[in-house]
């Protein structure tokens, strides 16, 4: 344990941040109070993960921070440094595969406009990972942490379940 | 909505935090997950000159159970604990009211340290403190000390923690044998802050019932287990000076106070012959 | 079935009627969609950030910049002055001299008002500049619910709208009078209609730039349309409508009317570009949408029905009070006139009266939002129906089948002049009824009543509008002055179809989708024109006025697009490939009129083995212009501007076909409300729709669902709420709550299908009715539970406590009630004693004392005194993490020596103001002490207010409290540990 505190990183400048994104490396430099979730938008360019409210509760910005879903707004990017982050650009299996959770969403409208589904993908990817056997009552449990203005969520829940059923029989997918 | 300017430090130790809350002379505030104070930084409501990260002190993401008491340590996630295969086991009352907490989301980074310390009187883990007679732990460099929840909660938000104490853990006595428990929330829609929320504890000796997001501060009363019990129900109800706010009026807290109170503190009852049925065999 | 859009195989009667998978879909899924803030920008492009008033009415006596203007990376900072300077006033949608700024010039009229715009390098530094601007307010009275503002010496918002009136108009069709003096029942509703908004999850965007060489403004917006605004915003810029160029991103997310109101933005932003020289991007943040974007009108309603003995309303008396908030913006007051043609619903009722007035108010400006005037309405109109059953002792459903348009009477011209297209509401209700099984519901609700628990059945009926006439809004002026005016009307839909040098086509419409799907729809409507797949179809849905075709009536809004924009876009594949047909006739020797398109090919019925291939055919007008038929001018592209005739102007006697189509709702639900908590439980809900043929089954059932989500936020959580003192009290997402995946059950979607016979595909609007037609269902359910005649949206269960609970008991004798407010919420009262080692006379010259005051004042520092009974002072005050720096004033009035004195306070600053009068009172105590009493009101209010009610109130009680305890402390000179402990919690040390 080392003795010497560790460095202040000061206000007004910028600092490295590298952590890995979708498996690959990445960084760039941020001011301590820059969120995580303009960290990955405009210094990195990855524009998919969106902004919805900056207080926590739209759920749109929802990355998945070392396996668990979370809130990029609520997220410095430094505190994020070192960190393993997944946002929906690494979900497709190839430019042209999408994984079976979002061809779920595409045969079941789960997505209108699609500002909200970044962040509820990746909720949902966490989720069929670690239950698999979830039902209804779980899906929506997880999705109560997302606002979606268009679907009425109705057609989320049926791709959802799809995207269950056909992890759980992959050759049904 | 950005944060004004702080700087920022990623502690390795706790000699570190303290060192760093020591010499800030109260501009420096802990960031555990970040979950209750970010978006206050978002808002500026919030403006600290340093924020201090203290998630990567080993000493702190401990969960220690000596038998007698879980102690839970700053780093240590909602999540985690939530998912930790014996916390039901170990103290059913923390297990009742961890879903409770936002989402699983917000669960995923918050820390159950990072509630108490922001002492929102509509939070679950206040509460569930309050009603355990769990204790804050407090060091700073000066001294290390430990408060009974009900002295630590001062206000709304506003806590006995001095500028310069980290709160190190929170610590709760485990599941005693001959003892229920009993949890219920009242919100708009699942994840807000409690109208109003209830935790029970039934034990041989006493019934305790403690109700957040009507007063100031959760508050605990031991109630009768008599036909006194809708009378003082009554009065805890008053006594709570309940106010009118956008989603229910004070007169509507009342009635929850009287009507799910009791229906918690039977749970708890009913929770503790439960219990004790499953003991005996 | 098979998900590969390339892998699709034709239906029997062509793509149209398929779900087939959105061509919109697989980007979006893998991050790759292309909002506005997605897209790069302009080098050099800098960012703005908003502040906003925390007054809802206030003079603004000055504003200082020098101090942001020299902060770091700031470039321009843009006030009232330097707007009113480049820009003029935006319209106003009545003739009144008012004006209408898109940022406060001299006075504020709601809490986040815009009151100065800064610029800088990014939007950290940009948000750190505004808490250098420095506005000096005099907080002016407010006025917040509509009927206070129509009362005698209510605070005037504009000159020229007195007594806060903007419009006054009555109408009267058929003989009311006379059915209501022959009638045996007068029956009616009062209603309050709250504020809602449809809160799309991106919010808005603009990035403009301004060339002084061509005086022209180039403005990138998520606005949605109508484009009449482009009108609006052009005059506004002081520019001919040719430099404007107003583009939309591929990709917009949500909006259900709300973009619409972004262009007093498009505005501000244009303006601050051209004051900084370079090119400004804004992206509004959640807090600026929930105080500045846009709302629905709430409104009060008196509704009165002449009725007969079976329930048959033989007359309706509509009194709307509607609520504009603080400005008249376009096209306000729309809200209140687009469902003038259909004030009777889906019911025969021919006579009727209407007076209809608009009022200011200082709130949040109103605009589109989903529903658009519908669900003011059909609340009224619908309890109305089932208060008649009630007072009549009548089943609800014998009166709405009683009252609905009978189905040979279509198309029906209804008393105020709409001309419903197509239906038969009566067998749609029987379909619903029986697929819905009402039957079990009815035993549902036996059963439940029989064992003691709440449960109430709730039904609705509702037309549902769409393809609105643009000029429905000029019945609000009257007929001279529409004569004056010119005349309005119509729905122009643009569609433009090209065909390239390989023969592939793209589609290109002004229909600027929001994620309703447009692009695969189209794509549809077109293969199936051409014989294609839809994959082969290249669609492109975001506008540009300097190349697109476009009209004012472009845009996504009144549920225009299946039954116009897709119907334009059919008449423009259909006439190109008549063209095709002529090429193709010559080359096959075959009769154009009998050319079969189907699979990529173009043949004779008769003779499908010589086929042209499609592309080949498309292509020859590319390259071999000079064999084209002579009669075919070309084969390129061809753009359809397609208006339906029906859309006629208002005519003198007021009636207007307001919209083209009229689509059919009828819903049903079952509630449970719990006893002790009034919660409601959504037992089962039903909505049958009768929205014309379907284009694609999977997009329609997302509307509805989609709609019913809104409808039901509407019904049991959204609320947009004010004190009465103006402050907005939701501000955050904590507090506008919106539904989520745990609220919204899923509805049984049932349907019956009339064609539109005036519309090219046959389709109707989908996507508004749930709006219209479930907020009221759910109440009749709940008050059908509960036996309540009188019952207001939202349904909060703390609301039903009194109807639940009956009349709370008083408190046990030894507990003081609490003090309550009175005077509104925003108004706090307290009292509290102490009891202090020192004379009233010592104590008294202590209070004159402004080195004591610097002591006893929390957090203060810096303490003048003005006079010797004024102060001023700069305070830091904290409650937990949240701290903000204040200015403070203190005066001591109604001076009684050594007895009484009243103290009064203020303070101001970022986080908000709040204003308290406190008395105190010495009563000396034996020799040498003093028993001082307090009692107080304080109002506190601006951002705060907005993000933490609670919050404030609880801090405003700890500050005030403080202060007298410390007052209390300081005189007797003693406990200096408290006095410590106390400063060290609210004192910020240097």
């Known amino acids: 344990m080392s003795r010497q505190a560790p460095a202040v990183l000061d206000a007004g400048q910028r600092h490295p941040v590298r952590f890995t994104l979708n498996g690959r490396k990445a960084g760039g430099e941020a001011e301590p109070r820059m969120l995580l979730h303009d960290f990955l938008r405009h210094v990195l360019g990855a524009t998919g993960t969106h902004v919805g409210c900056e207080h926590g509760i739209c759920g749109a910005c929802t990355v998945q921070i070392d396996g668990a879903p979370a809130r990029a707004c609520l997220t410095l990017a ?24 979002q061809e779920a969403f595409r045969a079941h409208h789960g997505l209108q406009c699609g500002f909200c589904t970044p962040g509820i993908l990746m909720s949902l990817d966490a989720l069929l990972r670690e239950r698999p056997d979830c039902g209804e009552a779980e899906i929506r449990e997880t999705l109560s942490g997302h606002l979606c203005r268009c679907t009425g969520y109705t057609p989320i829940v049926k791709a959802a379940l799809a995207a269950a059923e056909a992890l759980r029989v992959p050759h049904h997918a | 909505m950005k944060p004004a300017r702080f700087a920022y430090q990623r502690a390795a130790t706790t000699e570190h935090v303290l060192e760093a809350l020591h010499r800030s002379g109260g501009e420096a505030r802990v960031i555990a997950g970040g979950q209750s104070l970010v978006p206050m930084l978002n808002m500026r409501l919030a403006r600290p000159a340093l924020l201090v990260d203290i998630m990567h002190v080993a000493a702190l993401s401990h969960v220690d159970d000596d038998g007698a008491r879980l102690t839970i340590g700053a780093g240590v996630r909602q999540r985690d604990l939530e998912m930790r295969h014996d916390t039901a086991a170990r103290q059913p009352l923390l297990a009742m009211a961890l879903p409770w907490l936002g989402h699983v989301q917000t669960r995923s980074r918050g820390t159950v340290c990072g509630s108490i310390a922001h002492a929102d009187p509509s939070a679950e883990l206040p509460l569930v403190l309050t009603a355990l007679r769990g204790e804050v732990h407090l060091r700073s460099r000066r001294r290390a000390r430990r408060l009974p929840a009900e002295a630590f909660f001062t206000g709304m938000m506003v806590t006995a923690r001095a500028e310069d104490e980290l709160i190190e853990a929170v610590s709760v006595p485990a599941v005693r044998p001959g003892t ?3 949890f219920r929330e009242i919100s708009r829609r699942h994840g807000d802050f409690a109208i109003a929320a209830f935790a029970a504890v039934a034990d041989e000796k006493e019934l305790r019932l403690a109700i957040g997001g009507v007063a100031e501060t959760p508050k605990a009363r031991v109630l009768p287990t008599d036909q006194g019990l809708d009378d003082a129900l009554d009065t805890f109800a008053w006594n709570l000076e309940a106010r009118d706010d956008l989603h229910a009026s004070a007169r509507y807290r009342r009635e929850l106070v009287r009507r799910i109170g009791r229906e918690v503190v039977l749970a708890a009852i009913r929770d503790r012959e439960a219990r004790a049925l499953k003991e005996a065999t | 079935m098979t998900l590969d859009v390339h892998a699709q195989t034709v239906g029997e009667g062509g793509w149209v009627g398929i779900s087939i998978p959105r061509v919109e879909d697989a980007a979006l899924l893998a991050g790759r969609g292309r909002f506005i803030d997605d897209l790069g920008m302009p080098p050099g492009t800098l960012h703005a950030a908003i502040l906003r008033s925390p007054h809802a009415h206030a003079t603004i006596e000055s504003i200082r910049t020098d101090a942001a203007r020299a902060m770091p990376g700031v470039a321009a900072i843009l006030t009232g002055t330097e707007l009113r300077a480049l820009t003029t006033s935006l319209v106003v949608g009545v003739k009144a001299p008012v004006e209408c700024w898109p940022m406060a010039i001299d006075r504020v009229r709601y809490v986040g008002e815009p009151v100065a715009v800064a610029v800088a390098t990014d939007r950290y530094l940009a948000e750190d500049a505004l808490g250098a601007i420095e506005v000096s307010y005099a907080p002016l009275p407010a006025v917040v619910a509509p009927l206070d503002a129509l009362r005698d010496g209510a605070p005037l918002l504009h000159e020229g709208f007195p007594g806060n009136i903007a419009s006054d108009r009555s109408f009267s069709y058929g003989d009311p009078d006379g059915a209501f003096a022959s009638a045996p029942h007068r029956i009616g509703v009062d209603v309050d209609y709250p504020r809602n908004a449809c809160t799309p999850i991106e919010t808005y965007g603009v990035v403009a730039e301004y060339d002084p060489a061509l005086d022209a403004y180039d403005v990138l917006a998520n606005f949605q349309g109508p484009f009449s605004i482009h009108a609006v915003i052009a005059r506004a810029l002081r520019v001919p409508g040719n430099r404007l160029r107003l583009r939309t991103p591929p990709d917009s997310g949500g909006s259900f009317g709300v973009k619409q109101g972004i262009f007093p933005y498009i505005v501000l932003i244009a303006v601050a570009a051209r004051l900084a020289g370079r090119p400004v991007k804004w992206i509004e943040d959640r807090m600026e949408h929930l105080a500045g974007a846009v709302s629905a009108t709430n409104r009060v309603t008196r509704l009165q029905a002449a009725v007969a003995e079976d329930g048959r309303i033989l007359a309706l008396d509509w009194d709307q009070i509607e609520d504009c908030g603080a400005h008249l913006r376009a096209p306000e007051p729309a809200t209140l006139y687009r469902m003038h043609g259909n004030m009777t619903g889906a019911y025969a009722i021919r006579n009727l009266h209407i007076r209809n007035r608009v009022v200011v108010t200082n709130k949040l400006p109103t605009g589109l939002n989903r529903g658009f005037g519908g669900p003011q309405i059909y609340f009224p109109l619908e309890r109305l129906i089932s208060r008649i059953a009630a007072t009549l002792g009548l089943d609800p459903l014998a009166v709405v089948r009683r009252n609905l348009v009978p189905a040979d009477a279509f198309p029906y011209r209804t008393a105020t002049g709409a001309l419903l297209d197509s239906g038969d509401y009566r067998a749609a209700l029987d379909v619903a009824l029986r697929d819905g099984d009402h039957e079990s519901l009815l035993a549902r609700r036996a059963a439940a009543r029989v064992e003691g628990r709440l449960y109430g059945i709730g039904y609705a009926a509702v037309v549902e509008p769409s393809v609105s006439n643009m000029g429905y809004i ?45 692009r695969t729809v189209l794509s549809q409507v077109v293969a199936d024109v051409f014989g294609l797949r ?123 076909n307001s919209s083209l189509c009229h689509g059919f709702i009828f819903d049903f639900c079952g509630v449970e409300v719990d006893r002790d908590t009034g919660e409601i439980r959504l037992d089962r809900y039903v909505t049958m729709h009768d929205c014309g043929r379907i284009l694609h089954p999977g997009m329609v059932a997302g509307q509805i669902t989609g709609g019913f989500a809104h409808a039901l936020g509407a019904a049991l959580l959204e609320e947009q709420s004010y004190a009465p003192d103006g402050s907005l009290l939701t501000g955050t997402l904590a507090d506008y709550l919106i539904p989520t995946a745990r609220e919204v059950p899923e509805p049984v979607i049932l349907h019956y299908e009339t064609p539109s016979p005036f519309t090219p595909l046959g389709a109707k609007g989908v996507g508004e009715g749930n709006t219209m037609s479930t907020p009221v269902c759910i109440a009749n359910a709940v008050a059908d539970a509960l036996g309540l005649a009188d019952i207001r949206l939202p349904l909060l269960p703390s609301r039903l406590s009194e109807a639940l609970h009956g009349a709370e008991p008083q408190p046990p004798h030894h507990e003081a009630r609490p003090p309550q407010a009175t005077q509104g919420e925003r108004t706090l009262f307290g009292r509290g004693r102490a009891s202090v080692d020192a004379t009233p006379e010592q104590l008294w010259a202590m209070l004159l004392d402004p080195a004591l005051l610097a002591r006893v004042v929390p957090g203060a520092d810096n303490v003048r005194r003005e006079s010797d009974t004024r102060f001023r002072a700069e305070v830091t005050l904290g409650i937990g993490p949240v701290r903000g720096r204040y200015r403070a004033e203190i005066a001591l009035s109604d001076l009684d020596p050594p007895r009484a004195v009243t103290l009064s306070g203020s303070v101001d600053g970022a986080l908000g103001f709040g204003r308290g009068r406190g008395r105190l009172r010495l009563v000396p105590v034996g020799q040498a002490r003093t028993e001082l009493t307090y009692d107080y009101e304080a109002a506190v209010g601006g951002k705060i207010a907005s993000i933490g009610g609670r919050l404030l109130d609880g801090a405003a009680r700890v500050v005030i409290g403080q202060f007298f305890e410390s007052l209390a402390v300081q005189a007797s000179g003693r406990r200096p540990s408290l006095w410590r402990r106390l400063l060290r919690l609210f004192r910020r040390r240097a």
């Open chain 1, 78 to 101: 430094v505190q994020a440094d070192g960190a393993e982050i997944r946002t929906v650009e690494g979900l497709a299996l190839a430019p042209d595969r999408l994984s079976a959770l």
């Open chain 2, 180 to 182: 229920g428990y009993a």
């Open chain 3, 474 to 518: 000029t019945t609000v002026l009257t007929a001279a002055e529409r004569r004056r005016a010119g005349p309005k009307n119509g729905a122009q839909a643009t569609a433009t179809i090209t065909l390239d040098p390989v023969g592939s086509v793209s589609v290109h419409v002004a229909s600027v989708p929001q994620g309703q799907g447009h």
């Open chain 3, 534 to 656: 839809p994959s082969d179809i290249r669609v492109v849905t975001e506008l540009d006025t300097a190349k697109d075709a476009w009209s004012i009536a472009s845009g996504n809004y009144a549920s225009r697009f299946a039954p116009a924009v897709a119907g334009a876009a059919q008449i423009a594949a259909t006439r190109l490939r008549e063209r095709l047909a002529r090429i193709a006739a010559a080359q096959l020797n075959a009769r154009a009129d009998e050319l079969v398109f189907s699979a990529g090919k173009v043949f004779s019925p008769g003779n499908p083995g010589n086929a042209i291939p499609f592309t080949r055919l498309a292509a020859t007008g590319h390259w071999a212009p000079a064999t084209l038929p002579e009669e075919v001018e070309q084969s390129l592209r061809e753009t359809v501007f397609w208006t339906p005739p029906q859309l006629d102007a208002p005519n003198d006697a007021d009636e207007v």
